[in-house]
Each structure stands twice: as structure tokens, then as C-alpha cells.
């Protein structure tokens, strides 16, 4: 069955420093792959698309890459801020336009 | 209203009980989606509407749950002999189709306690 793995464990990281967040798919071959992130108490908010060809995707501090031969992609925040602390999904997006999501991974950003 | 609204924001229930939760999509959005979030965990697919048509109801986990988009905007979420199982937050999505980024709009979520 499809499957999407996010770090289970929560990432705690400097202000200022750069936060690297994984997200690695089984039995699934996407359209694209979105990242959204998610704050307690609320819903998700999309954050970025990246598409099966394409390898980069940069948005602000925010840099997304997509390996399709790996299965995997890479969230990367520069020069991260407290604001920052949030719980990240990962999401694939088939031909159907049906999305599924993975666990997410809680970031913590320290002043 | 500018966004995704659900309500009721919070439901507290009896098990056993039939319980209807209200999803009002972004006006013009014709994909809306069903996700159930349970506390620690990403939202779970449940179902996906194009229109008035459910086009994935391959999350829905039993004949219990039950989703219907009568005239293609508002959708309701219907739980029959609700369990404490089923307790968690029901979210719901909409997005435009045809859209270049597919993104899907949330609403806060409701939370529904099965007692």
C-alpha cells in the first residue's frame, strides 16, 4: 500500500541556522509533492508544489527538492526564526488529484 | 466568507449517536475533500467530491461514515452509532480545479469527542 514517511521525532534547531525536513514516499508515483505546514489548533496552509520533473523549487527562505528515482524529497528553511516552529506535511498529489499525507514533522526553532 | 468554513468547530457526543459534521467550500472551488486527524498523526484521506460526485471514497473506513455534496458547494459528513474511535478532528478541504499548484484550502477543523 502507499505509504509516506516524515521524521517522527521533532526537529529543535538554532534561529538562524537551516532546518532539513525529509519526506520519503513507497508504492506511489505522484504528480507533484506539496509541502504545507501546519500550526496547532488550525488547518494545514500549502506552502509549495514541486512536480515529478522538476528537481528544485525555491520559494522565499524555503527551498524544496524531489528526487523521483529515490523517492524522496527535502524541505529545507534558511536562516530559520522562531516563527518558523510549526508541524510540516508532506503531501502527494496523483493523477486524480487525490492527496494523501504523511505524519509531519514537528520543527522547533530556538532564539 | 473568504475561506473554508466547518461547523461545528467542536462536537462532544455519546457513543452511539449520529452526528453530522458541515463543510462550506471557498465559492467557485469545485473539489472539496474529507480528512480525519488524529492527534500526532497527518491528516487521513477519507473522500474527495468533483462537483456534486464523490470521486475517491476509498478512505471512508466503514459504512458508518457517510459524505454527501447534494448541489456541488456545501458538503456534510455523516457518522452513524458513532464509536470513541472515531473521535478526532474532521477536516475539510476545497480546491479549484484546473488550478497549477492543486492546492487544497483547509478549514479549522471539527473536533469530535466520542464519549
Known amino acids: 500500500s502507499q505509504k509516506i514517511e516524515q521524521n517522527s521525532e521533532a526537529l529543535n534547531i538554532q534561529e538562524g541556522k537551516t532546518a532539513t525536513l525529509t519526506c520519503n514516499y513507497t508504492?506511489?508515483?505522484?504528480?507533484?509533492l506539496q509541502w504545507y505546514r501546519q500550526d496547532p489548533g488550525r488547518g494545514p496552509v500549502f506552502l509549495l508544489l514541486i512536480r515529478e520533473n522538476e528537481k528544485e523549487k525555491r520559494k522565499e527562505r524555503l527551498k524544496v527538492t524531489f528526487d523521483t528515482t529515490l523517492k524522496q524529497s527535502l524541505f529545507h528553511i534558511t536562516a530559520s526564526q522562531p516563527a518558523d516552529s510549526a508541524t510540516y506535511l508532506c503531501?502527494?498529489?496523483?493523477?486524480?488529484?487525490?492527496?494523501?499525507f504523511g505524519a509531519g514533522t514537528r520543527l522547533f526553532v530556538k532564539a | 466568507g473568504a475561506g473554508v468554513s466547518q461547523t461545528p468547530s467542536n462536537k462532544v457526543t455519546e457513543k452511539g449517536k449520529y452526528v453530522e459534521l458541515r463543510c462550506d467550500p471557498i465559492s467557485g472551488h469545485t473539489a472539496l475533500y474529507w480528512y480525519r486527524q488524529s492527534l500526532g498523526q497527518g491528516p487521513e484521506f477519507l473522500i474527495y467530491f468533483q462537483g456534486t460526485g464523490a470521486a475517491d471514497d476509498s478512505g471512508l473506513p466503514n459504512d458508518r461514515f457517510f459524505a454527501v455534496r447534494p448541489e456541488g458547494s456545501v458538503s456534510t459528513l455523516k457518522i452513524q452509532r458513532t464509536e470513541r474511535g472515531d473521535s478526532a478532528v474532521y477536516l475539510c478541504?476545497?480546491?479549484?480545479?484546473?488550478?497549477?499548484?492543486?492546492?487544497?484550502?483547509f478549514g479549522e477543523g471539527s473536533r469530535l469527542t466520542v464519549l
Open positions: 478541504a476545497s480546491s479549484l480545479t484546473g488550478s497549477n499548484t492543486g492546492e487544497l484550502f
Open positions: 508504492n506511489y508515483s505522484p504528480a507533484y
Open positions: 503531501a502527494l498529489v496523483g493523477g486524480g488529484f487525490k492527496t494523501i
